[in-house]
C-alpha cells in the first residue's frame, strides 16, 4: 500500500517537473565590494624596466581616482655606451590604468603619453628603441596587486605605438597611502 501512494505521488507530479517555479529576487541587498585601492588612494612607485617607457628605474606617482581608474606620472632615465659613443634619454610620461573595480589583484590596462629626451655623445646610438627625442604613446597590459596595507607590486608589458620602438616588461613596485 504504501509503494503504491509513493507511485501515485510521483505520477501526479510529472506534469509540473517542466515548469518554471516563480522566484522573487531582491536586488536591494547587493552591493559590490570596494577593493584596497580606495582606502589607500594616492601612492608612490618604482618603476623598473619600463615606467614611464622607455626607461631602466623609473620614478612615479600614482593616484586612485576611481576603484577601476589609476592616474600616473613619472619621470625616469636609461643609457647606453658602446666604446667612445653614449647615448641617454630621460623620460617624462603620463597616463591612465584601468582596472577591475573590486578586485584588490586584478588586470589591468594603460595608455600613457610620454615625452623622451634625448642625447649623443661620439655617434648615434639607439637607447630604448629610439634614436631621436620627441612625443610617442604606449600601452600597457598587465597585473596589478594593492594590498589593504598600501603595498603595492605590478607587472607587465609597455608597447609604443612609434614605429621601430617595440616593447618591454616592467615590474612596478611601491606603496599607496590614506594621506590624501
Do not use: C
Not at 93 to 121: C, E, H, I, K, N
Amino acid at each position: 500500500m504504501k509503494i503504491s501512494i509513493g507511485i501515485l505521488a510521483v505520477l501526479l507530479s510529472i506534469p509540473s517537473w517542466g515548469k518554471a517555479t516563480p522566484v522573487k529576487e531582491d536586488f536591494s541587498a547587493v552591493s559590490i565590494s570596494q577593493s584596497s585601492r580606495m582606502q589607500k588612494r594616492a601612492g608612490a612607485f618604482l618603476g623598473v624596466l619600463g615606467d614611464p617607457f622607455p626607461t631602466l628605474v623609473g620614478v612615479n606617482l600614482a593616484y586612485n581616482v576611481f576603484d577601476f581608474l589609476r592616474a600616473t606620472a613619472g619621470l625616469g632615465q636609461v643609457s647606453a655606451s658602446v666604446g667612445n659613443s653614449s647615448a641617454s634619454a630621460t623620460t617624462v610620461g603620463a597616463g591612465a590604468r584601468f582596472l577591475v573595480p573590486g578586485w584588490s589583484l586584478s588586470p589591468v590596462a594603460g595608455l600613457s603619453l610620454a615625452y623622451v629626451g634625448y642625447s649623443s655623445t661620439g655617434g648615434a646610438l639607439s637607447v630604448g628603441g629610439f634614436d631621436s627625442g620627441g612625443l610617442h604613446a604606449y600601452a600597457s597590459l598587465g597585473i596589478d596587486w594593492q594590498t589593504a596595507s598600501g603595498f603595492n607590486v605590478g607587472a607587465g608589458y609597455n608597447l609604443s605605438t612609434k614605429a621601430g620602438v617595440g616593447g618591454m616588461p616592467y615590474l612596478n613596485l611601491g606603496w599607496f597611502s590614506d594621506f590624501i
